[in-house]
């Protein structure tokens, strides 16, 4: 078993984007994101942190605007327009979830889709299955550089993504379709789920339940890819993956935290610098 490592794939690639961040400042062009996260979520905040910590080593201009809970969907919607129209800023993310009582769907609708670096307006959703992506979601982007760094070869191979959510299983499954893979979506109601599980040559895991994929989910030799995200009753980080189960079948498997997560931040980063450029030939 070799463990993918996307913290320091992270880290290698946030020096390589330092170098063109300069180079792109050369051209009086500097890569500017915008965050707005509205409410308290605990999990949110250390995120966010996280993504002006590595936004602001990258030599971006980076802001976070924080707003209280009961914010209106209205005043949201007027600040998404403000910033549409403000050109210091290449990405606009809105962390997810919204409280309640705020349209998600009304919110992603009103981003600019050009500086929508999340990928989640339904314009990008369309620009990548047609063939054509401009912005994509994160997460799935970077699994796609993760298995590049590491030599999987996609051709022809079974892939199967467990999560059919618009920002993981959809977009990662057209990624891989991308790459000549043969594609199984799996969610909740999928049945004889550990016997499915069990034919593919990669198993991308984005279910959300901690510890679901035991070593009887998986082929030996299988590439693994957990973007679980979960909190075991220690309050401990853990994935969707058993992970101590399941590495000795994975040839390649990535850990949590440290695999998806911090490639994630990593590929917000990289569309909000390719934004940016994309504004120099623009005019
Ligand atoms: N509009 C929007 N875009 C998002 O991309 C988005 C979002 N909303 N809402 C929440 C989720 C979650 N997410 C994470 C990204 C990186 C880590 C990350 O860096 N994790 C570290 C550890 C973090 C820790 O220790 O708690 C790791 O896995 O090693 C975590 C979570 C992005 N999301």
Do not use: C
Not at 172 to 201: C, F, G, P, Y
């Amino acid at each position: 078993m070799t463990l993918i490592d996307g913290k320091a794939l992270a880290d290698k690639m946030a020096i390589a984007l330092k170098v063109k961040v300069d180079d792109l400042k050369n051209f009086g062009v500097t890569p500017g994101l915008i965050v707005i996260l509205v409410g308290e979520n605990p999990a949110s905040q250390v995120y966010v942190r996280n993504k002006e910590r590595r936004a602001t080593a990258a030599g971006f201009n980076s802001e976070v605007i924080r707003l209280a809970e009961e914010t209106t969907e209205t005043d949201l919607l007027a600040l998404i327009a403000e910033l549409n129209a403000d050109g210091k800023w290449h990405g606009i993310l809105v962390q997810l979830p919204l409280p309640n009582h705020i349209s998600e769907e009304k919110v992603l609708l009103a981003i600019d889709p050009d500086k929508d670096v999340d990928g989640f307006h339904p314009t990008n959703m369309g620009r990548l299955w047609s063939g054509n992506p401009v912005m994509i979601p994160s997460t799935p982007a970077g699994i796609m550089v993760m298995l590049d760094e590491y030599g999987v070869d996609l051709e022809g191979k079974t892939a199967l993504v467990i999560g059919r959510s618009n920002i993981v299983g959809k977009p990662m499954a057209q990624m891989l379709l991308d790459k000549n893979a043969t594609v199984t979506i799996a969610h909740s109601r999928t049945k004889n789920l550990s016997e499915l599980a069990k034919q593919a040559d990669i198993l991308v895991v984005a279910i959300g339940r901690g510890n679901f994929v035991t070593a009887d989910f998986v082929k030996k030799g299988a590439v693994v890819i957990d973007v679980g995200m979960n909190r075991d009753e220690n309050g401990k980080l853990i994935g969707d993956v058993k992970f101590d189960e399941v590495e000795p079948l994975a040839s390649l498997i990535t850990p949590v935290p440290g695999g998806v997560g911090p490639m994630t931040i990593t590929m917000l980063m990289e569309q909000t610098y390719e934004a940016a450029k994309r504004t120099l030939t623009k005019n």
